[in-house]
């Protein structure tokens, strides 16, 4: 099955600071979602990208789907910004399932 | 705003009881999943649904049922409870885009303790 990997597992950083966060997978998909877990356990949607870039205030995401990657970055970090990021893929075929990377563990400190 | 409701937060239950997760969606949306998380495995799939009173076994079925009588309702069932399956459940529902893909909505999560 495909497989996605997400990096780095951890990032500790200081308020205000910028990040970046990648997602590599190992087949072509037609669907790419960037999750955020806050730290009550609620997955929030942030973005829906299977190809291209979008921006959401200070949240940014672009898929290289020829690549197999994609890339959140988050500016300007704020202690809210705090919890786990998920990557979900899903191929075309109706039989696969939406397959989610294991996460990166961001803590701001303020 | 989409809205994806589990019916519990926070439940205990012992050994062999019989529990239920209950999670409605107000968005008229087709698919609905259930997923459990735990630490080290990420998100697992237990399963899912397409349509009222279908659904499919995802990837770790074993043990558990599920229930879609309504559109809005899909209900998660633990016929006879055990330790291993104490975890963080977690609900989501989708719209497919017109590529096909699931855009997931979920809910807040039932963490369940068995003891």
């Known amino acids: 099955g495909i497989q996605v990997e997400q990096s780095p597992p951890d990032l500790i950083l200081q308020e205000g600071a910028n990040s970046t966060l990648r997602c590599n997978f190992s087949d072509s998909v037609n669907n790419l979602q960037w999750f955020h877990q806050n730290p009550w356990g609620q997955l929030i949607n942030l973005f829906y990208i299977p190809s291209g870039t979008k921006q959401n205030g200070r949240l940014s995401a672009t898929t290289v789907a020829t690549e197999r990657y994609s890339l959140l970055y988050i500016s300007s970090s704020q202690t809210t910004d705090s919890g786990v990021y998920f990557c979900?893929?899903?191929?075309?075929?109706?039989?696969?399932?939406?397959?989610f990377g294991k996460g990166t563990r961001l803590h701001i400190l303020p | 705003d989409v809205k994806v409701t589990q019916s519990s937060r926070y439940l205990v239950k012992r050994t062999g009881e019989k529990v239920f997760l209950e999670c409605v969606q107000d968005m008229d949306h087709e698919n609905m999943f259930w997923y459990r998380q735990d630490p080290g495995l990420g998100l697992r799939l237990i399963y899912f649904s397409y349509d009222v009173k279908m659904k499919e076994k995802g990837d770790i079925p074993e043990g558990y049922s599920v229930s879609r009588e309504k559109k809005e309702r899909f209900s998660l069932i633990l016929e006879s409870a055990s330790t291993n399956q104490t975890s963080m459940y977690l609900c989501?529902?989708?719209?497919?885009?017109?590529?096909?893909?699931?855009?997931?909505?979920f809910g807040a999560g039932s963490r369940l303790t068995v003891l």
């Open positions: 989501a529902s989708s719209q497919q885009s017109p590529s096909g893909a699931n855009v997931l909505t």
């Open positions: 979900a893929v899903e191929r075309m075929n109706r039989d696969d399932k939406i397959i």
